[in-house]
């Protein structure tokens, strides 16, 4: 399993602006092999800004970094240029290679 992650620092004002570029967004993962799962989450208001996460989860590192490569992932990104800069800096990107799983019990008896 690999999770790729962005962080996005996005001042108070532009949070509403934000959420609604991602909520609207046309996300192509499901369209692509090995992707598995996709949450954007977001931190408490701390000094005026809000820290988001992407948190997507993949089969593997070699399923992302095909992603990456690939016309969806480029067609899913196309509009980020578009609209006005709504995060400070740029993105950061940490990628992550599982070396413990643990699932949720069943609750199926």
Avoid: C
């Amino acid at each position: 399993m690999y999770l790729a992650m962005n962080r996005f620092t996005v001042a108070l004002e532009n949070a509403e602006a934000f959420e609604n570029l991602w909520l609207s967004r046309e996300s192509r993962l499901h369209e692509f092999d090995g992707f598995v799962d996709f949450h954007m989450l977001k931190s408490a208001e701390k000094d005026g800004k809000i820290l988001y996460a992407s948190h997507t989860v993949w089969a593997s590192e070699e399923d992302f970094t095909a992603w990456t490569r690939s016309q969806q992932f480029r067609d899913s990104h196309a509009r980020a240029g578009q609209t006005r800069k709504l995060h400070e800096g740029h993105p950061t990107f940490e990628g992550f290679s599982a070396i413990q799983h643990i699932p949720a019990k069943s609750n199926a008896a």
